[in-house]
T-cell receptor, first 113, second 111 residues
Framework: GNSVTQMEGPVTLSEEAFLTINCTYT??????LFWYVQYPGEGLQLLLK?????DKGSNKGFEATYRKETTSFHLEKGSVQVSDSAVYFC????????????FGQGTILTVHP | DARVTQTPRHKVTEMGQEVTMRCQPI?????VFWYRQTMMQGLELLAY????????DSGMPKDRFSAEMPDATLATLKIQPSEPRDSAVYFC?????????FGEGSWLTVV
């Protein structure tokens, strides 16, 4: 079946530091890949997505590249801000899952001033 | 700004009571999901619908949970009777194709 594995958290960084959150996946067919962000007390918001190999999704300074050869979709940001503190979820929709999202366990990010 | 609307936002109820959560998906979206989020289990898919037909409810405890879509603008998740272990945040999401949007969640506490 489909599965998503994210790096263990929590991740704690100082403002303006470089961020990487690792995400690898297992899926049949050709999945679409997503990063969602959840701020405290809120629902999940779609941050970025990539629907085919070598695509790069980007939004709000965050980027992730769909690497089929390594089955990875790592999230990066060059300079984090305190306002980026949230929980980040990697997810996929597999080729045969009829639009159903499979989520990783989430990574808590805390950014200090 | 189109959004998924969930009610109630917060609910505290006593064990044994019926709880109904409602969701208005984004107009035109043909897929609707119910997820549950807890600290221990993370995000769990409870049920989902395509074109109002249930596709998968294998994640839902059938003895007490039920999910329906009476029409294209309303999805419901019902728990009867509720138990303290049902305390969680319940998210509705809707989508069309590969883009899925989540509501703000219904924060349920069963005491």
């Amino acid at each position: 079946g489909n599965s998503v594995t994210q790096m263990e958290g929590p991740v704690t960084l100082s403002e303006e530091a470089f961020l990487t959150i690792n995400c690898t996946y297992t899926a049949t067919g050709y999945p679409s890949l997503f990063w969602y962000v959840q701020y405290p007390g809120e629902g999940l918001q779609l941050l970025l997505k990539a629907t085919k190999a070598d695509d790069k999704g980007s939004n709000k300074g965050f980027e992730a590249t769909y690497r089929k050869e390594t089955t990875s979709f790592h999230l990066e940001k060059g300079s984090v801000q305190v306002s980026d503190s949230a929980v980040y979820f990697c997810a996929l929709i597999g080729g045969t899952s009829y639009g159903k999202l499979t989520f990783g366990q989430g990574t808590i990010l805390t950014v200090h001033p | 700004d189109a959004r998924v609307t969930q009610t109630p936002r917060h609910k505290v109820t006593e064990m044994g009571q019926e709880v109904t959560m409602r969701c208005q998906p984004i107009l035109g979206h043909n897929t609707v999901f119910w997820y549950r989020q807890t600290m221990m289990q993370g995000l769990e898919l409870l049920a989902y619908f395509r074109n109002r037909a249930p596709l998968d409810d294998s994640g839902m405890p059938k003895d007490r949970f039920s999910a329906e879509m009476p029409d294209a603008t309303l999805a419901t998740l019902k728990i009867q009777p509720s138990e303290p272990r049902d305390s969680a945040v319940y998210f509705c999401a809707s989508g069309s194709g590969y883009t899925i949007y989540f509501g703000e969640g219904s924060w349920l506490t069963v005491v």
